[in-house]
């Protein structure tokens, strides 16, 4: 009990969705035991789609609450962006996880925040999730840093990104945000 | 027509190159990785390979355990590989893939050779992927590596470690724990995140020593901690250390206050909110205390995001549940959130209004939030009428226009938890607002005209039929009733009738209308409606048989005080041995009641409605009044004046369970013993308390009742009578032995001993005092009522209470010492008010009603002093309570 306990007090992610805009999944990962089979993962899916399909995430990232989940949210394009946490979980660092995912994404995906793209890319994207949280605690929330550590590895890969050097990747990728950013 | 056609297919055709993944399967992804074993590796293609089958996985497809393992076995092979993207992705799926333990062999030597590759990127994943699949024995292994991996210069690496060592902690905390010395350097690393991720280790490895969190709570919140997450995991170590180093000291400072203050300017609004929210969560925090945070919280409320607004106006609404004084300062913010996009925000907003508001703002708060209602989700609304409620108990004045708000949403269009929500709200007002009850009947009466819910209908024509002939004008509820026996289904028909045949019983003026309206139902279609009337028809009289008035008034009000699982048992017995006489409903086993009546009587009940029993006291009273009147020795005492909760005689998990409940009549007063047997072995037989009241003179005992027996884990009750002196409060001190016989159970039979041995068990004391004379019976208004007692009996005094912890100990001990009830809210004090009047309402013994007015005042050196007010009926009554205060 103890241990858990202590668990609580460390910030701790329960799932990071990645939906498409009919919710179906384009890339998703649980960290807690809460939804134990597919189907429960699926439905948990499911309502937190319906529940926020009709608010406008675009430009804030929004919040809500579900089955005592906070779940903190973002939709561009046709791609929905979740992060959720336990009740007592700080919404700002929730919201902090979801921003640097959003932010790696875009940088990884070239401004293309799309669902095809996204797919084409699944790679990168299921990188970049597990460079953001490692068993639900927080490895890194700096969206710049996260697709840096990302694009690195498609070296190799005849990506354009691959010429480039990590420094000139970062300096890429922080354009690219504050290309983001002003748009 | 051709038009639409030729769309349709060109979005078919977007389709088709939508996913790049369309078609895929499971099988030829199999047969596709085989190019794993080629000789020749192609890195790109095999990435491929790997991305497709991630995804399968991804998408919840499920591998077997021969395909797992095969492709992990493939898989292994590609660490030939020099590419660094296919490492990565090879990492990802041995993460995905969880190999079992005899698998995992055959990539330690890769991943431990990659731990101590120069490349950073291959050390930080290879101690993750290898953390998360090896066991003990292996970590031994490797433990020398992890240890240098924590103080590595990488970041990325010591963070790796760090986070492992975090999981590891879960499965092998003794190793994990020799590495303290190593994460203690991290904690002080120049890297923001290895700060975070060492802390949250090193907290976890001495989680269980105190003095050490304490150290490094000292040092910490002296030194400098770099990112966010380091400092948001400091604030709760901090407020972990608060709370555990108790209450505050002589000064009244709280230790590390300042250090959670200085956070709220901290420059990350991560920081500041949850340090806001720690202050805001502190035990017995004082308003001095909770100002700087509200006011960065009341910040965040016009802030543009709305992540932001949702978690200040949630911690707000928290702080309104106990400090709601120190809320109201936000109230004008928190009335622009009604309007906010985000309705999880506007709700908060509202609840948190409705429990902050006074009583002048009730009504233009309801105005707001009508228009507010109409676009929200039904389960935003639940918590709405939910507020609604509890804020009308709280000002009962106001329940005109609150009663008149439910009432409207009721005739809005919503689902059936909504509706019941709602119906079960106007129930608990009707039940304790006396001046609301027929204004909300007859709202209940206007829905059952146009209900959906057969469930409500049903309910509602119960409590009508309960509460409507009480009420001025029983005559005017007819109309609505009978409308349901003509327009319903079958199960709303029958209730209907029920209920037509309580208002017969009742009023009987009303009794041969009823008649009338009751043979028209002996035409029904349906058998049950038809025999409900045929029986109400007989039992009131109209046919050959009548009955006494009260065996009728007692047939229809009376419920069924039977255990319903025992009820049924006792049905399927009889239907098993099928026997000459009719089954006798006295033959059915009472056993189970007592113990649901102390589960009902448990702590923190919610109130409920519909359904449910009436709530206590009445409920209570009732229940006991029905048990008692069953007991023919104890029929004499007359009308059950109050039932006390009961008190416990016994520690938890003893032996023994004993409570008693203090049941006051006139002239006698009646103990309860519930007792209940907590060893399986044993079976206990004529079981009593003897009962020592050499501390209670005025007491004298006139008779006992004993348990003849007492099997396992199956409550029941003995009883002791006492008489007193008539319509006095006496008060007195009783000791009490448990006195048995005990017999060996044998467990696997379940078969007693014949032989037994008489033994005792020492039970605690417990007394008798004033407030058991005094019932809890609220007034509505209690301006009216107090001025309508007049002057004449009216009695005041002034105490000194001495020294007091606060003014809400005071005030909650003198409603304790007097056992009356709290009216309008003044129970509640405002936090560090220096002076408090408090509102108490109740009836004596003898059924006099008594007010009381209670002003307390206190100073700097804490001493308390109370202005005592009473009027009642009974100028000698006001100077009981008195006296009851005095000797208290």
Known sequence: MATFLSQEACPTIKNILLLDSEGKRVAVKYYSDDWPTNSAKLAFEKSVFTKTQKTNARNEAEITMLESNIIVYKFVQDLHFFVTGGDDENELILATVLQGFFDAVTLLLRNNVEQREALENLDLILLCLDEIIDGGIVLETDGSIIAGKVATHSMDDGAPLSEQTISQALATAREHLTRSLLR | ?888
């Open chain 2, 1 to 888: 027509m051709a038009q639409p056609l030729v769309k349709k297919d060109d979005d078919r055709d977007d389709e088709v190159d939508y996913s790049p993944f369309l078609g895929i399967e499971k099988g030829a992804v199999l047969q596709e990785a085989r190019v794993f074993n080629d000789p020749q590796l192609d890195a790109r293609r095999c990435s491929q390979v790997i991305t497709k089958l991630l995804y399968l996985l991804n998408q919840g497809e499920i591998f077997t355990k021969t395909e797992a393992t095969e492709v992990f076995f493939s898989v292994t092979k590609l660490f030939q590989s020099k590419d660094i993207g296919l490492r990565r992705m090879v990492y990802l799926i041995i993460k995905e893939l969880s190999p079992s333990s005899d698998e995992v062999i055959i990539v330690t030597s890769s991943l431990m050779k990659d731990m101590n590759s120069r490349t950073d990127m291959y050390r930080a994943n290879a101690i993750r992927v290898l953390c998360r699949i090896i066991d003990g024995t292996l970590l031994t292994q490797i433990e020398r590596y992890l240890k240098q991996a924590i103080v590595d210069k990488n970041p990325v690496v010591a963070s790796a470690a760090l986070v492992s060592g975090i999981h590891l902690l879960q499965t092998t905390p003794e190793i994990v724990k020799r590495w303290s010395n190593e994460v203690q350097e991290a904690v002080q690393s120049r890297a923001a995140l290895v700060q975070f991720h060492a802390l949250a280790l090193l907290h976890q490895i001495r989680q269980n020593d105190r003095l050490a969190v304490s150290k490094l709570v000292i040092s910490l919140t002296k030194g400098t901690v770099r990112s966010p997450l380091a400092q948001c995991l400091l604030i709760r170590y901090t407020s972990e250390v608060i709370r555990e180093s108790g209450v505050n000291t002589q000064t009244g400072d709280r230790p590390f206050y300042d250090y959670l203050e200085g956070c709220l300017r901290h420059k990350a609004e991560m920081v500041i909110f949850e340090a806001a929210r720690a202050i805001t969560e502190l035990s017995n925090v004082t308003t001095r205390e909770l100002t700087p945070a509200i006011t960065v919280l009341q910040l965040f409320l016009s802030s543009s995001k709305p992540v932001l607004r949702f978690a200040a106006v949630r911690t707000l609404n928290k702080v309104a549940m106990t400090h709601p004084m120190a809320v109201t300062n936000c109230n004008i913010d928190m009335e622009s959130l009604i309007s906010d996009q985000n309705r999880s925000i506007a709700t908060l907003a509202i609840t948190t209004l409705l429990k902050t508001g006074n009583e002048s703002s009730v009504d233009r708060l309801m105005k707001q939030i009508t228009n507010f209602m109409s676009d929200i989700a039904d389960e935003f609304k639940i918590v709405v009428v939910e507020a609604i409620r509890s804020l009308c108990l709280k000002f009962p004045l106001k329940y005109r226009s609150l009663m008149n708000f439910l009432s409207n949403i009721l005739r809005e269009e919503g689902g059936f938890e909504y509706k019941k929500a709602i119906v079960d709200s106007i129930v608990i007002l009707i039940r304790d607002i006396p001046d609301a009850k027929e204004n909300g009947l007859l709202h209940l009466c206007e829905f059952i005209e146009d209900c959906e819910f057969t469930y409500l209908s049903t309910q509602i024509l119960h409590f009508i039929g309960n509460e409507g002939p009480k009420t001025s004008d029983p005559s005017k509820y007819i109309r609505y009733i009978y409308n349901r026996v003509i327009l319903e289904n079958a199960t709303v028909r029958a209730s209907a009738v029920s209920t037509l045949a309580k208002f017969g019983a009742m009023v009987d003026s009303l009794k041969p209308r009823i008649f009338v309206l009751l043979r028209r139902c002996l035409f029904d279609t349906d058998d049950e409606v038809r025999d409900r009337a045929t029986l109400y028809l007989n039992t009131l009289g109209d046919g050959s048989v009548s009955e006494t008035d009260k065996d009728v008034k007692e047939f229809l009000f009376g419920s069924l005080d039977i255990p319903l699982t025992n009820f049924e048992i006792s049905l399927k017995n009889y239907i098993q041995n099928p026997a000459e006489e009719p089954f006798n409903i006295n033959s059915v086993p009472r056993e189970v009641k007592s113990q649901a009546l102390t589960e009902k009587k448990a702590p923190g009940k919610k109130p409920t409605g519909l359904g449910a029993p009436p709530p206590p006291p009445t409920s209570a009273v009732d229940a006991y009044e029905r048990l008692l009147s069953s007991i023919p020795e104890f029929a004499s005492f007359g009308k059950l004046f109050k039932s006390s909760a009961p008190v416990e005689l016994t520690e938890a998990e003893t032996e023994y369970s004993v409570n008693v409940v203090k049941h006051i009549f006139d002239r006698h007063v009646l103990f309860q013993y519930n007792c209940t047997n907590t060893i399986p072995e044993q079976l206990l037989e004529n079981v009593t308390v003897i009962v020592d009241a050499s501390e209670a003179e005025e007491f004298s005992e006139v008779g006992t009742k004993l348990l003849k027996s007492l099997p396992y884990d199956t409550p029941a009750q003995t009883f002791v009578a006492f008489e007193k002196p008539e319509g006095v409060p006496t008060v007195g001190k009783f000791s009490n032995v448990l006195r048995f016989t005990v017999k060996e159970v044998d467990t696997s039979t379940g078969e007693a001993d014949d032989d037994g041995v008489e033994d005792e068990y020492q039970l605690e004391d417990f007394e008798v005092v004033a407030a058991d004379y005094i019932l809890k019976v609220g007034v509505s208004n209690f301006k009216n009522a107090w001025e309508s007692m007049g002057p004449d009996s009216e009695r005041i005094d002034e105490y000194g209470l001495g020294p007091r912890d606060s003014l809400v100990e005071a005030v909650n001990t003198v409603i304790n010492l007097l056992g009356m009830q709290p009216c309008e809210g003044t129970e509640v004090v405002p936090n560090n008010s220096r002076s408090h009047t408090c509102l108490l309402s109740g009836v004596y013994t003898g059924n006099v009603k008594v007010l009381v007015r209670l002003s307390f005042g206190i100073d700097g050196s804490k001493e308390v002093a109370m202005k005592l007010a009473v009027r009642s009926e009974d100028e000698n009554v006001s100077d009981a309570i008195h006296e009851i205060v005095a000797s208290g």
